[in-house]
């Protein structure tokens, strides 16, 4: 029998607001008797159902001593069992609504879509409904054959609201499973494009700070000087082109906390151009004349909101395990808004 007394076997669940699985750790007591690890796991993971389990191990996200098992795979003393879990959804608060998707490939497994600006991700305080997923519960619904469908599909990632780009939708259990597991890993491929206020010293870099929800304002994030009080971050950058005043820039991800590349950039005094929550929806940077307010007031109004957009993402497929990668232009916003800073600094 496994050892159900928690004080002697070690459970470590990561419970990360700004992401949408959960982690388990589990470490057998070394007087473990021979158990399979799906019963061993289902003593000590609250509301974790066998089929939940045998997902994450097809999806191979079951490890054992970091090498992924089968369900029936027997515990031993000492092992340390890992697995990744889409967090729950909480299904009866979202009502499918018709909408439509802009939809850039899609199999059996997964859906890449392309968000526009305004569009909210999930339900949340103040978006009850007309959010990305009431959308995909309505498409999930009228798909002509479901037969191969689980009982919560969608959401691996999340986008800000004003945040355009591409982004991933699993359409079965096993390939969000398997999805999961890979933004947890860190091995999902993301690059954005942002325009930012300032200029950078360095042609690229990197920004490792912790993020962590604002003390004062519970709407925003903010850096933090360690993890007491916020999460490990890590933002890589590299200048596309410098326009004096602004410059386009590409960001990678390593982590996905919420809010990380505006938080970063804002730290670093260099706000996404027309971010309000931010800083950057004033004049950072710039003279003091009227005709230079006037045209960055004029640029405030032909892109509304903050300029980032998710361009390229990168995946292994669930099932066939190839790898695949999109690519994506900018929305029209943004492209005439760096056009005029462009054409401004050859004047």
């Given amino acids: 029998m496994a050892d159900k007394n928690t004080d002697q076997t070690e459970l470590d669940s990561a419970n990360e607001n700004d992401e949408l699985f959960v982690h388990h750790r589990l470490v057998a007591d070394p007087n473990q008797e021979l158990l399979r690890v799906d019963k061993f796991c289902m003593n000590f993971i609250k509301n974790l159902s066998r089929n939940k389990l045998q997902n994450g191990a097809k999806a191979g996200c079951l490890r054992v001593n970091d090498k992924p098992v089968k369900s029936n795979y027997r515990v031993r003393p000492n092992d340390v069992i890992t697995i990744v879990l889409p967090r729950p959804v909480e299904e009866h608060t979202v009502l499918p609504e018709e909408m439509p998707l802009d939809i850039r490939y899609e199999d059996d497994d997964v859906i890449i879509l392309m968000k526009p600006a305004g569009l909210v991700v999930h339900p949340g305080v103040g978006n009850f409904t007309g959010t990305l997923v009431n959308g995909l519960k309505h498409y999930f619904e009228h798909l002509p054959d479901r037969s191969n469908q689980g009982d919560r599909p969608g959401l691996v990632h999340r986008l800000d609201k004003d945040t355009t780009g591409l982004m991933v939708i699993a359409k079965n259990d096993v390939a969000m499973t398997h999805l999961a597991n890979q933004f947890f890993e860190r091995t999902v491929h993301r690059r954005y494009v942002a325009l ?152």
């Avoid at 200029?199 to 993020?211: L, N």
């Avoid at 360690?226 to 590409?250: C, P, Q, S, W």
């Avoid at 706000?271 to 929550?277: G, H, R, V």
């Avoid at 109004?301 to 669930?318: D, S, T």
Wanted: with cysteine.
């Fill in 196 to 347: 930012v206020w300032g200029d950078f010293e360095e042609e690229e870099g990197t920004i490792d700070e912790y993020i962590g929800r604002n003390i004062k304002y519970r709407q925003k994030q903010a850096v933090f000087p360690d993890k007491d009080n916020g999460k490990h971050a890590i933002t890589h950058y590299k200048v596309l082109e410098r326009f004096g005043y602004v410059t386009m820039i590409e960001c990678r991800l390593e982590t996905g906390r919420t809010h990380q590349i505006r938080v970063h950039l804002s730290h670093e005094k260099h706000p996404l151009f027309n971010d309000a929550k931010y800083g950057g929806d004033r004049i950072v940077k710039g003279t003091i004349y009227t005709k230079y307010k006037q045209f960055v007031d004029n640029c405030f109004k032909l892109m509304p909101r903050h300029a980032l957009h998710a361009k390229e993402l990168g995946i292994i497929h669930p099932t066939t395990r190839e790898e695949m990668f999109f690519d994506s232009d900018l929305p029209e916003d943004m492209n005439l808004t760096i056009d005029k800073w462009r054409k401004y600094r050859t004047k």
